[in-house]
């Protein structure tokens, strides 16, 4: 980060044991490294805000993306009960169907339940204790 190399740490060394002295030394380090903490966490909440407005950022442009491509879509694909760019009313022209009938050949032979589709009959209700209602 720095870029510093030993002889430079070591004459930095010297220089704060002939300035501060060697009684010194130990609490003007301690006050050192509560300044560089300090620095560290400021720092990181700096960052940490940069990081968020960022994502924010990406966010909204995304939301506007998927905004244009839904907007693309329904112009391409309009729904039955609003009326398509033409002016025309696609449930006029051309009407859709909600749902299939199923023929009744086809109801009448389906199993009821799934269990019954796998060939399981369903197990006789266990009677409840004198007394007791049945769950």
Do not use: C, Y
């Amino acid at each position: 980060m720095f870029d510093i190399g030993w002889d430079e740490m070591l004459f930095t060394v010297i220089v704060a044991i002939v300035v501060i002295g060697p009684k010194d030394l130990p609490a003007a380090l301690r006050t050192a490294g509560r300044w560089i903490g300090k620095i560290r966490r400021v720092s990181g909440h700096f960052r940490s805000g940069i990081e968020t407005m960022i994502r924010e950022a990406e966010l909204e442009d995304m939301e506007k993306k998927w905004r244009e491509q839904n907007e693309a879509i329904m112009r391409t694909h309009p729904m039955a009960d609003e009326p398509s760019p033409d002016g025309s009313h696609l449930a006029e022209s051309e009407p859709m169907p909600m749902s299939v009938p199923i023929p009744e050949s086809v109801t009448a032979a389906a199993p009821a339940t799934a269990a019954e589709a796998a060939g399981h009959t369903p197990a006789p209700p266990i009677p409840a204790p004198d007394g007791e209602e049945a769950r």
